[in-house]
């Protein structure tokens, strides 16, 4: 299928977000939209989903103009979307997601085996044929949980799919599953919209590029005619001369033991130790326990044996209340459902982590509120820059994970645990966080980066640490190893 925008306009109360967009794709293309948080790209997606209505513009489809007034009307066009944002019901069976609305029947009744079955095969296809369908979908983990989205949105058989950063928690084989499948259907002549901060993938798969800034699309290009630089100064404005700060050569005493960490079906026998002032990199691929492992540190999970020390003797966290007195904070990976609270202002979602050091008597020290949440607005540069009083769910998926790190800065941590703390987040301002992390780690902070991006890991660490399989296996300084060393070591291969 055949699909045109012609100078589309989007407007939210007066203020235009979309300037007349033009963009269009062929049957087998991949067709890359890339730019910074807040470029406009959300807008677009969910306009050609269906989600919104455009102020102004048209849209065809194979040379018929079309209005699309809901995605109802969107999936009956062929189009479907997978959102970066997960949808999928927690409590349901992966079998129950995937088949919702169309499953196999026997006598009027469910026939569950069948169901199973299909739901199986559907994954396989997709190259996902790891996960098990009759697991409930809230026990996976967020990379599993974006597979089966993308599983999910073939069921119809899509003409047009859009992707929504699919790639930001996979790595490895998982990665490799994704890249397989979108050529696949590139060849059955599906039209593949691919939203992506990954610019080596987006390279790599895209048939042709458009580059949104500010609400236009500044350029539309080919892989061959461009790189990197090229596409990160179009959507930055500007060059960035070094995404990744220095290395740090020095680092203090131990500030986080964990040793012989165990817990029944997640990760066994865990050790490492972390000082101050250096970056320790965790990787693993989907299912090694990484995000389980920094979840049972900080006392969000039962161990079943070992110990968590911190100087002083502090340890062994039962409840996260516990964690955080003694110095521990945690950016978890999914920020939407376990980092902020969409429906409360920016203000109250960063002080969250400190309501009891700023009550006064039985009420809240509003004035020093303000004054503390003012300061970590400027200090991490959240767009835009009045957004205290905003929505915390109307700020760009940057900005969002800023408020997020805002928060747990703000209580003063002394170990800091980010679990894909760039999740979704355009490379101008990964250059951001990259930088206040380097910045935290030389004033002494000591902090554990979890990561699906074997460049990131490489390039902001000291030290990584590699998991497979729930356990520790490889411990390599960071200037001294190679992307395909951890990969090696994270599929159990000896190097």
């Known amino acids: 299928m055949s699909l045109e925008l012609r100078g589309v306009h989007k407007d939210f109360g007066g203020v235009e977000v979309l300037h007349g967009v033009d963009l269009a794709g062929r049957p087998g293309e991949v067709l890359a939209v890339v730019g910074a948080n807040g470029a406009g790209k959300s807008t677009l997606i969910k306009i050609l989903s269906g989600a919104l209505s455009m102020s102004a513009g048209e849209m065809w489809m194979d040379g018929e103009r079309v209005g699309l007034r809901s995605p109802h009307d969107a999936h009956a066009r062929g189009i479907r979307t997978v959102y970066q944002e997960l949808t999928l019901v927690a409590q349901l069976s992966v079998t129950e997601n995937l088949l919702m ?30 996960i098990d369908p009759r697991t409930l979908a809230g026990r996976l983990s967020v990379a599993r949980q974006q597979m089966v989205e993308i599983a999910k949105a073939l069921v119809s058989r899509p003409r047009v799919l859009i992707l929504d950063e699919p790639s930001a928690v996979l790595a490895g084989s998982d990665l490799d599953a994704l890249f397989a499948l979108i050529r696949r259907l590139q060849e059955q002549g599906v039209l593949i919209i691919y939203v992506s901060h990954r610019l080596a993938e987006v390279l790599d798969l895209a048939t042709s590029i458009v580059v949104i800034k500010d609400g236009r699309v500044i350029e539309t290009t080919e892989p061959a005619r461009t790189g990197e630089d090229e596409l990160i100064r179009l959507m930055a404005g500007r060059r ?99 980092g902020l609270v969409l429906g409360m ?10 309501l009891h050091s700023t009550r006064r008597g039985p009420l809240i020290d509003a004035a020093r509120q303000r004054r503390d949440v003012t300061e970590m607005i400027d200090r991490l540069n ?61 004033e002494g902070l000591s902090v554990l980066l979890i990561s699906s991006d074997l460049t990131e890991v490489l390039g902001a660490t000291d030290r990584v640490l590699v998991m497979n399989q729930g356990r520790i296996s490889g411990e390599l300084r960071s200037d001294q190893t190679t992307e395909d060393e951890i990969l090696a070591y994270s599929i159990g291969l000896t190097v």
Not at 104 to 129: K, S, V
């Open 101 to 130: 609305g169309n499953f196999p029947r026997r006598a009027g009744l469910i026939d569950w085996p069948a169901a199973h079955r299909r739901a199986g095969e559907l994954l396989e296809e997709a190259g996902f044929g790891a």
């Open 240 to 338: 960035l001369e070094q995404i990744y700060p220095g290395r740090r050569t020095e680092r203090g005493e131990a500030s986080l033991t964990v040793t012989g960490l165990t817990r029944e079906g997640e990760f066994e026998d865990v050790s490492f130790t972390l000082h101050a002032g250096e970056i320790v990199g965790l990787f693993g691929l989907v299912g090694s326990g990484r995000s389980e492992l920094a979840r049972c540190v900080f006392g969000a999970e039962p161990a079943g044996a070992g110990e968590v020390r911190l100087p002083g003797g502090a340890g062994d966290f039962r409840t996260p209340g516990e964690a955080i007195a003694a110095g521990l904070a945690l950016v978890t990976e999914d920020r939407k459902r376990s």
């Open 382 to 442: 959240i767009q835009p820059a009045h957004c205290a009083s905003m929505a915390v769910v109307n700020l760009s998926g940057g900005n969002q994970q800023k408020a997020v790190l805002a928060k747990w800065l703000l209580v003063g941590p002394r170990v800091l645990i980010l679990d894909e703390p760039t999740r979704g987040v355009d490379m101008a301002t990964r250059v951001d966080i990259y930088r206040m992390i380097d910045e935290l780690a030389r």
């Open 345 to 354: 202002t920016v203000r109250d979602n960063i002080a969250l982590t400190t």
